[in-house]
């Protein structure tokens, strides 16, 4: 396993305090593909997590937001083989879990099953005060303290 050194990133990027366990919990993701998935962008904000359920129904599924960590799982309760005999068994019946770590502001807006595919809609819903505004330099000496340069003169 290699080794990655992020401290050069460290000393320009403020506020990435979670970046090193979130890069270590990717390492650690669950192996296997069971069940598919395809994550899309569908705009600048939004987002589709297509997963390939087929054989579970709506009760059988469950989804969860905790902490920025959206969990799928789905399970079925154990059929009755006994009267059936199967020459080749290649539908899978087990349960799964799979989680995905969500950036802050992104929220689940829809979740809907078609046809065997589980449709996860997200949207980053970013606050207005954490949108980029426009920050005027004066070059007088006025102090500038909740309001504007004129208010502060007055």
Do not use: W
């Not at 962008?41 to 059988?60: H, L, P, W």
């Not at 087990?94 to 802050?104: M, P, V």
């Amino acid at each position: 396993m290699n080794n990655i050194d992020f401290s050069p990133l460290f000393r320009s990027m403020i506020g990435f305090d979670r970046m090193t366990s979130a890069l270590e919990n990717a390492s650690r993701s669950e192996s296997g593909g069971y069940p598919p998935y395809n994550i899309e962008a569908s705009g600048e904000n939004d987002y589709r997590i297509t997963m390939a359920v087929a054989g579970f129904s709506q009760k059988d599924l469950s989804l969860e937001v905790r902490e920025n960590i959206l969990t799928v799982s789905g399970g079925r309760p154990d059929e009755e083989d006994g009267a059936r005999r199967f020459l080749y068994r290649g539908i899978a019946n087990r349960s799964f879990e799979r989680k995905f770590q969500l950036a802050d502001y992104v929220k689940v807006v829809d979740a809907r099953l078609e046809n065997g595919l589980l449709h996860i809609d997200l949207r980053r819903e970013i606050p207005e005060a954490m949108k980029p505004r426009k920050i005027e330099i004066r070059g007088d000496s006025r102090r500038c303290i909740d309001g504007s340069a004129n208010e502060a003169a007055a």
